[in-house]
């Protein structure tokens, strides 16, 4: 039996961006994100923290080589390939660092690769700040596109959209379990990842974030703040190689409500004060 990705209860956890400087992209996030750093392969690096898990390799600076969303069981891993089959999106068997053997791979219609996969267990969970790997968004010419494959095909679902005053799509909230959203497109020039995030779980562990990075010289490029969609509390930090970086808190949990639609507006992206609007 065929299964959604929300059925599955799918989840990010991982992602791997490809870097011109490996080492130093390395370092950051071991200094600076508070995770250990393992030399995988010749030319593949681990960061790993408290639920959070970002691989690297050398290539294009700023560039998604995968995501990897984890699900439940063997059950539901096995439902969502049928799903993927059923909708002719040619799941491919792949091999993967992080998931157990059976994972496979579909691509999104801007190229991007996603991994669906079980989450091997680790033999020990690095110990760090609470920040587990939350959510990636997309930038994407065509959102109407990235929110059909995730949502009409692989089954996610729309928490909140952001449209224009003259109709157009600007942003997909997308969700594969109780989280607001742990997927999202922004409408932009450009195709590849607007900023990815980490979940601080409340307020007080966002200012332990603030503090942390104010120690390590890191200045706040946004926030704090609040979002409309998600309600969530969030501050943005830039890494290196020009990644936004965004730790968040208080993320809505959404068991079953209609979508919500929101104006294309800076007090949409923050209810508190000034807004970045990606186009």
Not at 4 to 26: K, M, V, W
Not at 43 to 48: F, K, T
Not at 185 to 196: L, N
Not at 234 to 254: H, K, Q, R, Y
């Amino acid at each position: 039996m065929s299964l959604t990705a929300l059925q599955a209860s799918a989840y990010l956890h991982h992602l791997h961006f490809t870097t011109p400087q490996p080492e130093r992209l390395a370092a950051f996030y071991a200094d600076v994100m508070d995770m250990n750093v393992e030399l995988l392969a010749e030319d593949l690096r681990l960061a790993a923290g408290p639920g959070r898990r970002v691989l690297l390799s050398t290539g294009e600076a700023k560039r998604l080589a995968c995501a990897g969303f984890a699900v439940r069981d063997a059950e539901a891993l096995t439902g969502l390939r049928e799903l993927a089959e059923r909708m002719e999106l040619q799941p491919r068997t792949v091999g993967s660092r992080l998931f157990e053997t059976d994972a496979f791979a579909v691509i999104d219609p801007d190229g991007n690769i996603l991994h669906f996969g079980l989450a091997r267990t680790s033999a020990a969970i690095p110990k760090g700040i609470r920040g587990p790997l939350q959510h990636l968004t997309l930038a994407s010419r065509n959102i109407e596109a990235i929110e059909e494959f995730y949502s009409g095909k692989l089954g996610f679902g729309v928490s909140d959209r952001v449209i224009r005053d003259d109709g157009k799509l600007m942003t997909s909230f997308m969700r594969g379990n109780h989280e607001h959203h742990n997927l999202a497109c922004f409408f932009q020039d450009r195709q590849g990842v607007d900023h990815h995030s980490y979940e601080a779980g409340e307020w007080d562990t966002i200012r332990d974030w603030a503090d942390h990075l104010a120690s390590k010289g890191i200045s706040l490029m946004w926030g704090p703040g609040r979002h409309g969609p998600g309600n969530n509390l969030f501050i943005f930090i830039v890494d290196p190689d020009g990644n936004w970086i965004e730790i968040s808190a208080e993320l809505e949990v959404v068991h079953d409500r209609p979508v919500k639609t929101w104006p294309h507006a800076e007090r949409t992206v923050n209810l508190w004060g000034r807004g970045i609007l990606r186009a």
